[in-house]
């Protein structure tokens, strides 16, 4: 794995917190987007180097939605940058953690994600990333 590649922060409502962590920030997000397949809506900021990913659900049965409902607002996800997402998730396989899926799919920001389970990483969801180059 190479550095952390963004932390993604569940929101209730994107309109609202795009205007709070602008403030914090002092700039604007830089995109948003849709990931139907996800049932999210994001939205992007830098920061120096690093990237905030917030996420709102788009429907009730969503992840996020789920989330939000047992635990609230807050840190939802920690994605890393790896250069070979395909033999990340057969070496963390191997390593004992639990994977979900198994083949990587279509992400947020042009990226081919996969996600490991919380309980076998002491409760952090994490996201494995890889840039999608043209
Ligand atoms: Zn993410």
């Not at 180097?49 to 049965?61: G, M, P, Q, S, V």
């Not at 979900?100 to 076998?120: I, R």
């Amino acid at each position: 794995m190479n550095k952390i590649e963004h932390i993604g922060i569940a929101v209730k409502s994107l309109d609202a917190s795009n205007e709070l962590f602008s403030k914090l920030f002092n700039k604007p997000h830089y995109k948003m987007e849709t990931v139907e397949s996800e049932g999210v809506k994001t939205s992007f900021f830098k920061v120096g180097e690093n990237k905030i990913e917030l996420l709102e659900a788009t429907h009730k049965d969503s992840p996020i939605a789920k989330f939000i409902a047992k635990k609230g607002e807050g840190i939802h996800h920690m994605a890393f940058d790896v250069d070979d997402i395909w033999s990340e998730i057969q070496r963390l396989k191997k390593e004992g953690f639990k994977v979900l899926n198994e083949t990587p799919k279509q992400g947020a920001d042009n990226k081919l994600v996969a996600f490991l389970h919380p309980k076998s990483s002491n409760g952090v969801l994490i996201e494995l990333c890889q840039e999608i180059k043209e």
